[in-house]
């Protein structure tokens, strides 16, 4: 065979021990790695709720106004509902590591009129992450506007 030659020993590939140091870098980097990585999972996790109860309250305000009939946000420990006239538009739950903060509690219902006016003055409600993180989505008596501050 005229244009071949037969590879040597040493350029056959990895040997078993280059294989064993990378393993090895790589279990040092995910060592540090992966303990940090839990605390941005439960900020993401409280984010994820704090946006979709903002969603939610803007959408409860636009449906009372859209179908001209008051809507309500009925509160849970697990959750919350959206409602017109007692019919349940959407149920909603937690995501999973978060949850009302006890120390400033949820009111039991938020209600917006039909013409999208919330049936209250100002309303708070505080959630807390697993890290113990806190968030308020408040919900402006005069306007309705829904505002998030984490």
């Known amino acids: 065979m005229t244009g071949c030659?037969?590879?040597k020993q040493s350029?056959?590939?990895?040997?078993?021990?280059?294989l064993m140091m990378v393993i090895g870098i790589i279990a040092v980097i995910l060592t540090f790695a992966i303990p940090n990585f839990r605390p941005a999972l439960d900020d993401a996790r409280l984010e994820?709720?704090?946006q979709q109860l903002?969603?939610?309250?803007?959408y409860a305000r636009q449906l009372a106004r859209t179908e001209q009939t008051a809507s309500e946000v009925v509160f849970s420990s697990a959750?919350?509902?959206?409602?017109?006239?007692?019919?349940?538009?959407?149920?909603?739950?937690?995501a999973s590591?978060?949850?009302w903060d006890p120390v400033d509690p949820v009111p039991s219902s938020l209600s917006f009129g039909s013409d999208g006016s919330p049936g209250v003055t100002?309303?708070?409600i505080w959630?807390?992450?697993a890290d113990g993180t806190r968030a308020r989505v408040t919900v402006y008596g005069g306007t309705g506007r829904v505002e998030v501050v984490y």
């Open 5 to 7: 030659c037969p590879l």
């Open 11 to 18: 350029e056959r590939g990895f040997t078993l021990l280059e």
């Open 48 to 50: 994820q709720a704090v």
């Open 54 to 58: 903002e969603a939610d309250l803007m």
């Open 79 to 94: 959750g919350y509902e959206i409602k017109i006239d007692d019919c349940v538009i959407k149920t909603q739950t937690l």
């Open 97 to 99: 590591g978060t949850q």
């Open 122 to 124: 100002d309303a708070a």
């Open 127 to 129: 959630l807390k992450g």
